[in-house]
T-cell receptor, first 114, second 115 residues
């Protein structure tokens, strides 16, 4: 399968713990996006990378959230000191320079904070 | 900032009947409009987009959408619904003038096609 992959698919953690999610985009895509989706809502934009550069960050991305894409390939999203309100589906998407407007989404990582 | 409204939480149609899933948008610049579908335990799948050109856009699985600038709408349509079309549908908009990647999604419409 050459689509966007995300790991883990599910994560259950206790409040106050740190968690890290990984996203592997489609191999030739240099643009990568993170979204958060809560129950009954559409995805909300969090941040965007072009290659290794993080070019945009939403106001939703608090100081406890950090995203990296060190080599311009896979990306990680870390949440420090998790709160119950962080419980959501975290989606990753990628797109290519030739077709920037069509984003391909991964299956998501569902985070549950107890 | 741009926004999208999907006025119906749920749409029910009988198999073989035409379906419409409604979407209206608000954007200060040029609207780039998208429809995505989400099946259970799967990621969002791209259906179609409107950037410029013909107002009627054809996409995957027999779906189409019509861009209506005066009504600021981008309704998703299909002439004959299939049971397998049952899923969650999201409309999204991006401002084509502002050079950012902040795509705003609607809350989604759950389509149920009954045999």
């Amino acid at each position: 399968d050459t689509g966007v992959s995300q790991n883990p698919r599910h994560k259950i953690t206790k409040r106050g713990q740190n968690v890290t999610f990984r996203c592997d985009p489609i191999s030739e895509h240099n643009r990568l996006y993170w979204y958060r989706q809560t129950l009954g809502q559409g995805p909300e934009f969090l941040t965007y990378f072009q290659n290794e550069a993080q070019l945009e960050k939403s106001r939703l991305l608090s100081d406890r959230f950090s995203a990296e894409r060190p080599k311009g390939s896979f990306s990680t999203l870390e949440i420090q000191r998790t709160e119950q309100g962080d419980s959501a589906m975290y989606l990753c998407a990628s797109s290519s320079d030739r077709n920037t407007d069509t984003q391909y989404f991964g299956p998501g990582t569902r985070l549950t904070v107890l | 900032a741009q926004s999208v409204a999907q006025p119906e939480d749920q749409v029910n149609v009988a198999e073989g009947n035409p379906l419409t899933v409604k979407c209206t948008y608000s954007v200060s610049g040029n609207p780039y409009l998208f429809w995505y579908v989400q099946y259970p335990n799967r990621g969002l799948q791209f259906l179609l987009k409107y950037i410029t050109g013909d107002n009627l856009v054809k996409g995957s699985y027999g779906f189409e959408a019509e861009f209506n600038k005066s009504q600021t709408s981008f309704h998703l349509k299909k002439p004959s619904a299939l049971v397998s079309d049952s899923a969650l549908y999201f409309c999204a908009v991006r401002d084509g003038v502002v050079d950012n990647n902040d795509m705003r999604f609607g809350a989604g419409t759950r389509l149920t096609v009954k045999p």
